[in-house]
């Protein structure tokens, strides 16, 4: 049983902690990869090897070796984001559980968010009340430093009054969240998330498409597990959700 309340802030991911980020993450490539077919006909078998073999090497924009031009670049990777920021709604939604968690949470700890989001996540956090819950939120888009740096962790550290040996970093990604906050003294819950194949159910996506992003997922899963390794890293606690925490 953890005992969260030994911690005098409990610092929380958005992604994948508290909202699913896997649809978001699958429209997105869908978008470029809709737009790359269109126009020079890169098919889905080459677009999905280049994702697995960037990947393997940790390369969080991998996708920019798809690209011929910066120009081609900027225009595609802003097309998918303007698909993304237009259908968010339907793209943000919370893992079961995890708002009723940080509820009993938030009575007994105080919480703050560090996360890599855009600023449409502010209106996600308002509409499933999870903003009142928080002591601070700190986005990348506000902050302009984007996590693993450690300025955005040591950051939420001044805002909330506290030290890494009295805090708690919880995140599903290890390079992002749990290796950085490791660096700097804190204790660390790794969300060792697995999404159910229904969350990349989307009326534009094909069944191809989604079969695929699921082999991603699995696949990404045993890369965590390389990192860990290669870090020599041990995350404090392990869990799946963070409802299986206990408060």
């Not at 997105?28 to 393997?56: H, M, P, S, T, V």
């Not at 595609?76 to 939604?93: C, G, N, S």
């Not at 970093?169 to 804190?186: K, S």
Request: proline share 4%.
């Amino acid at each position: 049983m953890i005992d969260l309340t030994q911690y005098d802030v409990v610092f929380l991911d958005i992604g994948n902690v508290i909202f699913h980020d896997t649809p978001v993450e699958s429209y997105f490539y869908f978008n470029i990869f809709k737009k790359l077919n269109a126009k020079r006909g890169l098919d889905i078998e080459d677009f999905f090897q280049c994702w697995q073999e960037q990947k393997k090497n940790n390369q969080y924009d991998w996708y920019k070796v798809l690209f011929r031009t910066s120009m081609e670049e900027r225009f595609v990777t802003e097309f998918a984001w303007r698909k993304v920021l237009h259908d968010w709604d339907k793209l943000i939604f919370p893992i079961d559980g995890s708002i009723e968690f940080l509820k009993k949470l938030s009575q007994k700890n105080k919480l703050a968010i560090i996360a890599n989001q855009p600023i449409l996540i502010r209106e996600s956090l308002d509409k499933y009340r999870v903003t009142a819950l928080m002591d601070q939120i700190l986005l990348d888009c506000e902050y302009d430093i984007p996590k693993p740096d450690a300025r955005i962790f040591q950051e939420a550290l001044k805002r909330t009054n506290t030290t890494p040996e009295r805090s708690i970093m919880v995140g599903d990604r290890i390079d992002n969240d749990i290796f950085p906050a490791h660096l700097l003294g804190f204790d660390t819950v790794w969300i060792k998330y697995n999404a159910p194949q229904l969350l990349l159910t989307h009326e534009q996506l094909s069944e191809e498409w989604q079969n695929r992003h699921n082999q991603i997922i699995t696949e990404r899963a045993n890369l965590n597990e390389a990192f860990l390794a290669e870090k020599k890293l041990e995350p404090t606690y392990t869990v799946a959700r963070i409802c299986d925490l206990s408060v």
